[in-house]
């Protein structure tokens, strides 16, 4: 028995302008399946379909596509990053797509829904209607602007999903640095400066924005200039004034400001 496929209202189909669609997974497979289960009439327009991260980032800024179809974890840039590079004010519907169950929760959240993969054509209709309600809204005006950028919204939806890479930008070149590589990140002015066992990059983010993104399991602030990713921490050094000094494995010594202190030991266990 075939799964019935839902279908645009009919009073929508030809007093509009086709909802654009964008598509933004690293697995053909993922993709096509989506393709597959959008509405087959010509409600729809797929503006483009994207393998990698910087890619889905150029064809959002070029498209403005009305809905998203996000993966999380995809090559260059992550679904986070991509959102990040989004143009102020613009505000699509936003489907994650991904295999792992980040957060059940996300699922009714008013800023973005969820399909887990494999998904089924039932959960993919409720998705997909849900996106062309807020397509629909925005096009009449009825749906108020949300004062929460995209990335911060979806950050509260799916709170489990971090970092894994961090891409660093020189002039026209990027710089892909793996999370399980980086030693510590330090304040740098109006940057901070990520340094792994090879080399240390100057990046435009601020320690508090990593703190939001980063794995905190992993990597802990000890101080207003410093987060450490605690893989790489020696030992900590006691001072006669109760004062400590983490030590690193690369030989660095960094100083552990007391607000932090309980934090790093509780992590520490």
């Known amino acids: 028995m075939r799964t019935a496929v839902w279908k645009l209202p009919l009073k929508y189909r ?10 933004a997974d690293d697995e053909m497979l993922a993709r096509k399946a989506i393709k597959l289960a959008l509405p087959q009439n010509g409600s729809i327009d797929i503006v483009a379909e994207c393998g990698d991260g910087e890619a889905a980032a150029a064809d959002i800024r ?22 990040e590079t989004l143009p ?15 957060a059940v929760k996300a699922f009714e959240h008013d800023a973005a829904d969820y399909l887990l993969k494999p998904f089924t054509q039932a959960r993919f209709n ?14 009449t005006g009825a749906r108020p ?17 971090y970092k894994t890479r961090i891409s660093i930008r020189d002039g026209i070149k990027i710089t892909v640095v793996s ?27 601020t320690l508090k924005t990593f703190e939001l993104v980063l794995d905190p399991s992993v990597f802990v602030r000890i101080h207003r200039s410093f987060i450490v990713n605690v893989r790489f921490i020696k030992e900590l050094i006691s001072h006669y004034n109760g004062d400590y000094t983490v030590a690193l494995q ?3 010594l960094l100083k552990l400001s007391r607000n932090y202190r309980a934090q790093l030991l509780q992590l520490l266990g």
């Open 126 to 139: 409720k998705a997909f209607q849900k996106a062309f309600r807020h397509w629909e809204q925005g096009a």
């Open 179 to 205: 999370c399980g590589d980086v030693i510590f990140i330090e304040a740098s002015g109006d940057y901070t400066s990520v340094h792994t066992a090879g080399k240390k990059y100057l990046h435009n983010e």
């Open 62 to 83: 070029r498209h403005l596509p009305d809905v998203i179809f996000l993966d999380i974890q995809m090559p260059l840039l992550n679904g986070f990053e991509v959102l």
């Open 250 to 252: 690369n030989g660095e």
């Open 88 to 102: 102020a004010n613009y505000d699509p519907h936003l489907i994650v797509v991904s295999a792992h169950d980040h």
């Open 14 to 23: 030809y007093s509009m302008l086709p909802c654009k669609i964008l598509i």
């Open 145 to 161: 602007a949300s004062n929460l950028p995209l990335t911060m919204r979806l950050q509260q939806a799916i709170p489990e999903v």
